[in-house]
């Protein structure tokens, strides 16, 4: 689906008047913090066109306010936009904080190629693109005093190794990032299978009342962590029952007895509602990769016969 420079404000359902959540077009929502000492961007989009979009939107509060920008991670749709607020030439300088890791990926010869790739594809919405890292790192964790609110700023690795979320417990509310998707979050390599998982767990541990997530729409509750716990849980269990009944399986043949287990997205979902109405893509082609995830990170792990 080709990408848009539109970005539009989500009418707010119930969260905290405080918070400001923008979608760019049906790829990612990403969010707008106001407290009594900053304007806090959460996320810069995928070009420096969308975050000037998102500053069009914060305009209003920035008399009397310092401006900040949070990197979730390092992914396109999150931190493409970063040039307009770092560097020689940002036409809106603010400081860029996130994990170091998110510094390291912005700058691997990876992410350049990813570019150059994009940028084949889409001139228009990725030519103008350059790749900036942020300004600000940390490693284990960071707050910022707003004054009335304060913002946590903790790793929640998985997704990715550079994610962090935001969690703000004046008001009990959680900016998740791509730790938690309808239907799920995407573990990329078997490795951050585990830390998926793990961080999902903590996330559901804060007892948020209100969470905001980049990648499901509608959804605001503290419901989508556990469902998504209970995903990767019946995928585990389906995958150690096929993993037992194959114990002499190479390694090699491990895409095999993906294609051949036989479970499917509709097995290891809670049904009905917005769980049946997600994108093909998410019940074929996602629900199969975290399926070869899974089953790698058990073989890997030595857990096959548990």
């Known amino acids: 689906m080709p990408h848009t ?11 905290d008047e405080r918070i400001l959540v923008c979608r760019n077009g049906t790829l990612v929502n990403v969010f707008i913090v106001v407290t009594a000492r900053y304007v ?3 996320d810069t989009l995928i070009n420096p066109a969308t975050a000037q979009r998102l500053v069009d939107y914060a305009q209003t509060y920035l008399p009397g306010r310092q401006l900040l920008v949070i990197n979730t991670h390092a992914d396109y749709d999150h931190a493409w936009g970063n040039q307009l607020f770092a560097g020689p030439r940002a036409p809106v300088p603010a400081p860029i904080l996130a994990h170091r890791m998110a510094a390291a990926r912005l700058g691997a010869p990876e992410t350049a190629q990813e570019l150059a790739e994009m940028q084949a594809k889409e ?4 030519g103008p693109v350059v790749l900036t890292k942020p300004t600000i790192t940390f490693d284990t964790a960071l707050t910022i005093g707003g004054g009335d609110l304060t913002l946590e700023l903790f790793p929640t690795p998985g997704h990715t190794p550079d994610h962090i979320a935001i969690y703000v417990p004046e008001i009990r509310t959680l ?4 730790a938690a998707e309808l239907p799920f979050p995407f573990a990329h390599t078997a490795d951050g299978l585990p830390q998926m998982r793990a961080s999902l767990a903590a996330l559901a541990k804060l007892k948020a009342t209100t969470v905001l997530y980049c990648h499901a729409p509608g959804e605001t509750g503290p419901r989508l962590l556990r469902d998504n716990l209970a995903y990767f849980d019946a995928l585990e269990a389906a995958c150690r029952a096929a993993l037992a ?4 399986l190479d390694p090699d043949q491990m ?36 399926l070869r995830m899974m089953l790698a990170w058990l073989r890997a792990s030595g857990q096959d016969q548990a």
């Open 5 to 15: 420079e539109t970005v539009k404000l989500i009418p707010n359902t119930g969260w």
């Open 175 to 178: 900016l998740a990032g791509d």
């Open 40 to 42: 806090v961007i959460v």
């Open 255 to 290: 895409d095999d007895l993906a294609a051949a287990l036989n479970c499917a997205y509709a097995d290891v979902t809670p049904r009905g509602g917005a769980w049946d109405e997600v994108d093909s893509f998410y019940r074929t082609e996602g629900h199969a990769e975290q």
């Open 123 to 126: 001139p228009a919405i990725f």
């Open 245 to 248: 009944q194959n114990p002499g």
